[in-house]
T-cell receptor
Framework: SQQGEEDPQALSIQEGENATMNCSYK?????LQWYRQNSGRGLVHLIL?????REKHSGRLRVTLDTSKKSSSLLITASRAADTASYFC??????????FGRGTSLIVHP | DGGITQSPKYLFRKEGQNVTLSCEQN?????MYWYRQDPGQGLRLIYY???????QKGDIAEGYSVSREKKESFPLTVTSAQKNPTAFYLC????????????FGSGTQLSVL
């Protein structure tokens, strides 16, 4: 079974809008990571947040982590058509082996 | 794709045939991983290796085999025992310390003829 689960499964927005996707997980973690995948390509690392951190920023990305609720969110501000991709969260469940969710498919319409 | 090369990009397997997917990295990473990706199921871990000549089964190792004879290379063999091999296979590497990100190759799409 998968440790992390993203929500929603699919998200369709207009360029310039913000996109928010969530990740819930089941067991305690050391860190949580977000990755991006363009269609038919490998995954690219976006951001890592440690279990003792609550929020991290990287450019237009903002990630939050709530360990009490076992959940994380990824916010992409002022989205662009080039942000169209699938986004995955990965948790390590204490073993340092990343386990991936099913992903959120984001479509940004120009 | 971050110093990891997967080949071939597309591969076709005949029934009863073993096929080998190549994964090479020049990042001097200790750890390497193989994931399988099916539509709607995300990534599932097949095998991983933390050090040369050692590897561990992941969640779906049945029907697959690996070797790690060199630090740079982690080939995956899809054996005839794997009855549903059609999928997108992703190789990744990391330095194997805590809180490290994975670097992924560009993937191999395996299909059954």
């Amino acid at each position: 079974s998968q440790q992390g689960e993203e929500d929603p499964q699919a998200l369709s927005i207009q360029e310039g809008e913000n996109a928010t996707m969530n990740c819930s997980y089941k067991t305690s973690i050391n860190n949580l990571q977000w990755y991006r995948q363009n269609s038919g390509r490998g995954l690219v690392h976006l951001i890592l947040i440690r279990s003792n951190e609550r929020e991290k920023h990287s450019g237009r990305l903002r990630v939050t982590l709530d360990t009490s609720k076992k959940s994380s969110s990824l916010l992409i501000t002022a989205s662009r058509a080039a942000d169209t991709a699938s986004y995955f969260c990965a948790t390590d469940a204490g073993s340092y082996i990343p386990t991936f969710g099913r992903g959120t498919s984001l479509i940004v319409h120009p | 794709d971050g110093g990891i090369t997967q080949s071939p990009k597309y591969l076709f397997r005949k029934e009863g045939q073993n096929v080998t997917l190549s994964c090479e990295q020049n990042l001097n990473h200790d750890a390497m991983y193989w994931y399988r990706q099916d539509p709607g199921q995300g990534l599932r871990l097949i095998y991983y290796s933390q050090i040369v000549n050692d590897f561990q089964k992941g969640d779906i190792a049945e029907g697959y085999s690996v070797s790690r004879e060199k630090k740079e290379s982690f080939p995956l063999t899809v054996t005839s025992a794997q009855k549903n091999p059609t999928a997108f296979y992703l190789c990744a590497s990391s330095p194997w310390t805590e809180n490290e990100k994975l670097f992924f190759g560009s993937g191999t799409q395996l299909s059954v003829l």
